[in-house]
Structures are given as structure tokens and as C-alpha cells.
């Protein structure tokens, strides 16, 4: 029974100490971050902020190409036109960030993941572990927890880059993460 324990203590101790192998979840630098511009202010209706009907047509507005999702966005778009714009901008940016940025902070720990470590599809985004302790201890609650602080880093982000996108980087952390102080 005591050395059940004392293995026990070791193996917490050991995953432990791997935890703080981890860097924690703010040395992501926020206004660093390269999201691609996966979806295009085409693909998401203005309007009701939902994903487009490829069989609607089209409209411009300050040079920004639209589709609705529903046959009366457009007529509802131009009653309004430059708030619907701003929270269509917003809401793209978001929706950008959290499928770019989803794999980078475990929803278990919110610690950020080495890379390479198990992978999860859970509501509309792909979340990765950063550890075997997280593989084998998650909990379905995890995912929504780490959906909500994934919506809360990309309005933060917004807040102070707005809506600022960037091709071609290797990674969306690219220059964007702290180095960890010896």
C-alpha cells in the first residue's frame, strides 16, 4: 500500500513538473498573432452573421463584396449598411482567429500545446492537448470552457489589432510567443 502511494506521488510529481514545462496561456502575445483570412466577408451574410447561401447573390458596399444567408439580408443590410459592415468585420475576425488559433492552448489546461500532441473536433474547431495528463483526464466541459476563452482572446485581439489578417506565415504564433524568462 506505501509503495502504491509513493508511486503514486512520483507520477503526480512527474506530471507535474512536465505541466511547468509548459508555457502559460498569456505568452501568447495577443497583437503578434497571423490570422489568415480563411473565411472571406462573401462566405459569412452580414446580416445575420451566419454562413452565406452561395445560391443568393451578391452586393458591394465600400468595396467589400457580401452575401446574405436569408433572400431579405440585402434589403436589411442597406437600411444600416455601416453597422451591419462593422459587426460582419468583427464577426469574421473572430470566426478567423478561433479556426486559426484553436490548437493553440489545451482546453484542459489552457496551457499552449508544444504541437503535435492528440487532436479533438468539438464545436465547429479542432483543439489539441499539450500533454498526455490532458489526453487521458478531459472532460467533455473542457471544450466548451476552452471555446468561451478562445471567443474571449479573439475580441480581445480584435480590440487591439482589429481586423488584421496575414498570409503566408508558418505559423499564427509566429513571433507572437514570449519567451520564457530563465
Not at 463584396?65 to 446574405?68: A, D, E, I, L, S
Not at 436569408?70 to 434589403?75: G, L
Given at each position: 500500500m506505501l509503495r502504491s502511494l509513493s508511486s503514486s506521488f512520483l507520477i503526480m510529481l512527474a506530471l507535474s513538473v512536465s505541466a511547468l514545462a509548459q508555457l502559460p496561456a498569456d505568452a501568447v502575445m495577443l497583437d503578434k498573432v497571423k490570422i489568415p483570412e480563411a473565411q472571406k466577408s462573401i462566405d459569412l451574410c452580414p446580416v445575420y452573421l451566419e454562413p452565406s447561401d452561395a445560391k443568393l447573390p451578391t452586393w458591394e458596399y465600400k468595396g467589400v463584396?457580401?452575401?446574405?444567408s436569408?433572400?431579405?439580408?440585402?434589403?436589411k443590410f442597406f437600411k444600416d449598411p455601416d453597422t451591419y459592415a462593422e459587426a460582419a468585420e468583427k464577426q469574421r475576425f473572430i470566426n478567423?482567429?478561433?479556426?486559426?488559433?484553436s490548437t493553440v492552448w489545451c482546453p484542459v489546461s489552457d496551457q499552449i500545446t508544444p504541437g503535435g500532441m492528440m487532436q479533438w473536433k468539438r464545436l465547429g474547431v479542432t483543439f489539441e492537448s499539450c500533454c498526455a495528463f490532458c489526453d487521458e483526464n478531459f472532460k467533455e466541459e473542457h471544450f466548451q470552457e476552452g471555446l468561451e476563452r478562445l471567443k474571449a482572446r479573439a475580441e480581445k485581439t480584435y480590440e487591439i489589432i482589429g481586423a488584421k489578417y496575414t498570409e503566408g506565415a508558418s505559423s499564427p504564433v509566429e513571433g507572437a510567443i514570449k519567451k520564457p524568462k530563465p
Open positions: 463584396t457580401y452575401r446574405g436569408n433572400p431579405d439580408a440585402q434589403e478567423n482567429f478561433m479556426q486559426a488559433m
